[in-house]
């Protein structure tokens, strides 16, 4: 089994340089959202190792916790927080484990789950195809499959990772792998201070907790390969304790020390204090920064071939007994906490965020009657919000799916007008129009910049290039030179709206933090902060997406007490349609209010967004210039693959 671990060294080179112009956007779009979340990186053997690294950067870059777990873990333990971000890892993807926490996570639908894999046509991509809102990022690796440990995928699952953390660090990785190890006489460096560690039975690794990825993969190396017993600890953890085993097991032990800049004054003390007899390598890496854990784990692979040469075993074909694979190929058994939860659970959880006892059967209540009210009403139009709901973010720039147009389609063909409620302005205008034949724009009604101007499609007039009121113009000013917006986003002044959209470290939320104090200090009556997916936006007070429906019942005589449903994606303040979605007949795609009324989303778990959309039209039976909605045909239709 396996491949010699010298080809795999060779290799690098290569794979560095294959890693370094992969195409990531995928996993920098899924990063850039994840600023403001905690995250929790999920691998196992080689793969945990990424995943400890991605946590790592996470944590230095953005401030927010990160944990790395393995699969069992991440299957065993609740998940309450739907805000966390999920990266997956697997080489292969198609390991048992993996394959279990996907299930596990996919279904509780968190802010993001990213796959990372090294293979195309896995078991779990094709399971990650049936969910539009995950991630899925595929690595290619030049050299092929790994060996027995993980080698060439790990580097370029690291590399990809750095990449984009380095985005919202400015830092610059480096050109190719012999600049990022220093050269093969650096390479021959180390091979031969090691030496004497290769004598000694044990190993300890001691590292700064920036380089924990670089620790652990030493301690999984070693024991997968079974080189030798490592205790890992940063610096400070060996001297609770740990130094004891140096004691009375010295003389069977060295010492592996890595060194930044950051540690270095803490690192040198320590080793001073060791025991003589003991013998200590240090490897000193350069910077603090991305490029220091990322040679850091690029050398914990080349040390493992050092000790392998020493040692006689080579680490890429160690032989697997025939016990191991069994354990290997051992399935989880599904516990009731683990199994996915059914759509109720699902919907009330998402209404709650998490409830028990007699709570559960009050909503339980709520719920049955807003379906009850869904179900018995006959629908004369809806209104859709566009971005998050018509259109998925990587969607923004070239417009709505196909099987979107089609959904609306059969609408107008049976002379069911529509709404489109937008943040944009001519850029969703100009899309809809090269999706919607022109017989069908006089009816659709589109309310640009949050509801500030409605027309028809067809109205060649709208929107406007007004001049920004004075009120207006004077706040974006003022948000423009506030120093976090100027360092970190993109504030637009137009007519109706002040659009402000990262573009640094700063994430969405914190932004939308940022302009709400400005605005309740200087102008809180005259003007209201919603947000988007991708922007916050400062609109005139009184102006909502509620003047897309206001407008529609104007230009197609609906009375007040005739049903129009209402679609978005983000219906708890301060997301932009909030207001919309608080109308009796509600339904979101992504986020809820918590009012109890209205504004349930209903789709299957784990379908947000577009996916979710589908799911509710597919519920629409349309008879006689009007549609009724039927829940219990949600996901029951046949949606095509659309990922």
Request: proline fraction near 6%.
């Amino acid at each position: 089994m396996g491949k010699p671990y010298a080809e795999e060294i060779n290799s690098l080179p290569t794979t560095y340089l294959s890693a370094m112009a992969a195409q990531i956007d995928a996993l920098v779009r899924a990063i850039a959202a994840s600023a403001a979340h905690p995250l929790v990186a999920v691998g196992s053997g080689g793969s945990l190792s990424v995943a400890q690294f991605a946590a790592t950067l996470h944590q230095s870059t953005f401030g927010e916790i990160a944990k790395a777990m393995t699969p069992l873990e991440v299957s065993t333990f609740p998940l309450t927080n739907a805000n966390t971000s999920f990266p997956l890892v697997s080489a292969g993807g198609g390991n048992p484990d993996i394959m279990n926490a996907f299930k596990h996570v996919v279904g509780r639908e968190p802010r993001r789950l990213i796959i990372l894999t090294a293979r195309s046509g896995t078991a779990l991509s094709q399971l990650a195809a049936s969910y539009r809102y995950v991630d899925y990022v595929e690595i290619e690796i030049p050299s092929g499959k790994d060996g027995f440990l993980a080698t060439n995928s790990l580097v370029a699952f690291c590399i990809a990772i750095s990449r984009a953390y380095a985005i919202s660090t400015k830092e610059n990785l480096p050109a190719d792998f012999s600049q990022l190890i220093g050269g093969d006489r650096r390479i021959e460096n180390w091979r031969e201070i090691c030496r004497p560690l290769w004598e000694r039975d044990n190993l300890v690794v001691l590292f700064p907790p920036r380089l924990q990825a670089a620790a652990l993969d030493i301690e999984s190396k070693f024991t997968e390969a079974a080189l030798g017993n490592v205790h890992i600890a940063d610096y400070r953890h060996l001297a609770h304790g740990r130094h004891h085993w140096l004691a009375k097991r010295g003389a069977s032990t060295g010492i592996l020390a890595f060194v930044t800049p950051d540690a270095r004054q803490l690192a040198e003390r320590t080793i001073r204090l060791m025991p003589p007899a003991i013998p200590v390598v240090s490897i000193d890496f350069p910077c603090d920064g991305v490029n220091s854990s990322l040679g850091a784990i690029t050398t914990a692979i080349l040390i493992t071939g050092f000790a392998g040469e020493a040692r006689g075993i080579d680490p890429g074909r160690p032989g697997v007994p025939s016990f191991g694979r069994k354990i290997y190929h051992l399935r989880i058994p599904r516990n009731r906490r683990s199994r996915t939860q059914s759509s109720r659970a699902q919907m009330l959880s998402r209404k709650t965020g998490g409830i028990d006892g007699k709570q559960v059967k009050i909503w339980e209540r709520f719920y049955r009657h807003f379906v009850g009210r869904l179900s018995r009403a006959r629908f004369r139009g809806a209104v859709f919000d566009y971005d998050g709901t018509l259109c998925d973010e990587r969607e923004r720039f070239i417009g709505p799916h196909s099987l979107v147009v089609k959904a609306l389609l059969r609408l107008l063909e049976n002379q069911i007008p529509i709404g489109i409620a937008t943040g944009r302005g001519k850029s969703a205008k100009n899309d809809l129009q090269r999706a919607i034949p022109p017989s069908y724009w006089n009816r659709v009604v589109i309310g640009y910049y949050s509801g500030y101007e409605t027309g028809l499609l067809d109205d060649d007039t709208l929107p406007t290039k007004k001049i920004p009121q004075t009120e207006l113009q004077s706040l974006g000013e003022q948000l423009q030179l506030h120093p976090s917006i100027a360092a970190h986003a993109r504030c637009e002044i137009r007519a109706g709206q002040i659009s402000v959209v990262p573009v640094g470290l700063l994430s969405l939320a914190t932004i939308c933090q940022v302009v709400e104090e400005i605005v309740a200090r200087t102008r809180k009556d005259k003007f209201a902060v919603v947000m988007s997916g991708h922007a916050v936006d400062v609109i005139p007070a009184g102006v909502s997406k509620l003047a897309v429906v206001s407008r529609l019942r104007e230009c197609f005589s609906f009375s007040d007490s005739e049903a129009i449903l209402c679609i978005g994606d983000r219906g708890r303040p301060p997301g932009n349609d909030h207001i919309l979605l608080a109308q009796p007949y509600a339904l979101s795609v992504d986020e809820v209010s918590a009012d109890p009324d209205t504004c349930w989303n209903l789709a299957p778990p784990g379908h947000r967004g577009v996916q979710a959309l589908l799911d509710y039209v597919d519920a629409f039976r349309v008879k006689d210039r009007c549609f009724k909605f039927v829940p219990k045909l949600i996901g029951k239709g046949k949606q095509c693959e659309i990922n």
